[in-house]
T-cell receptor, first 112, second 116 residues
């Protein structure tokens, strides 16, 4: 049962443009949603999170939007930079600690 | 301040051998999580430990896998009698005391286990 779905395995964006990464979920019990970034041969790095009671959270170039009725969230990166090229994991959390359910990831390539 | 340290980075084992993966959390962190990433899949939660306690092992396979986080020393993920299907990247993460659902967890670089 895939509780967190990232249906786009990859995305290519021109430097300076907006990157939009999408994520759908099925578990209504998630309290928080998190985005992690992962470079090859490294562990995931926390990027940004959003509470299930919010619909938007912004941190610099990164904004996460949550549409609870559609069970959909998205990560916007603007402007995109080549250093943003990585795999982005969407994740949900309902355990009160870091028992996180990850999606399969979307590989973002930002083209200079 | 050193991050989460995992060793070895790469581990090759023959079928039937034992694999021991070590994780030292960040300084001041007393909570450790283990995740497994199979090829072409996302990370899957395995176990959550505090010092000397297993809090949640709902993601651990019922057999051959065990984890511990002793009072002194690193957390150990132990896989007995490894099989080819155990080949994966194993990530450890740590968080400070009293984590919530929004507490950032810091991940190590992972141990890539290859069973031949």
């Amino acid at each position: 049962d895939q509780q967190v779905k990232q249906n786009s395995p990859s995305l290519s964006v021109q430097e300076g443009r907006i990157s939009i990464l999408n994520c759908d979920y099925t578990n209504s019990m998630f309290d928080y949603f998190l985005w992690y970034k992962k470079y090859p041969a490294e562990g995931p790095t926390f990027l940004i999170s959003i509470s299930s009671i919010k619909d938007k959270n912004e941190d610099g170039r990164f904004t996460v939007f949550l549409n609870k009725s559609a069970k959909h969230l998205s990560l916007h990166i603007v402007p995109s930079q080549p250093g943003d090229s990585a795999v982005y994991f969407c994740a949900g959390n309902s355990g009160g600690y870091q028992k996180v359910t990850f999606g399969i990831g979307t590989k973002l390539q930002v083209i200079p | 301040n050193a991050g989460v340290m995992q060793n070895p980075r790469h581990l090759v084992r023959r079928r039937g051998q034992e694999a021991r993966l070590r994780c030292s959390p960040m300084k001041g962190h007393s909570h450790v999580y283990w995740y497994r990433q199979l090829p072409e899949e996302g990370l899957k939660f395995m176990v959550y430990l505090q010092k000397e306690n297993i809090i949640d092992e709902s993601g651990m396979p019922k057999e051959r896998f065990s984890a511990e986080f002793p009072k002194e020393g690193p957390s150990i993920l132990r896989i007995q009698q490894v099989v080819r299907g155990d080949s994966a990247a194993y990530f450890c993460a740590s968080s400070p005391p009293k984590p919530t659902g929004n507490t950032e967890a810091f991940f190590g670089q992972g141990t890539r286990l290859t069973v031949v």
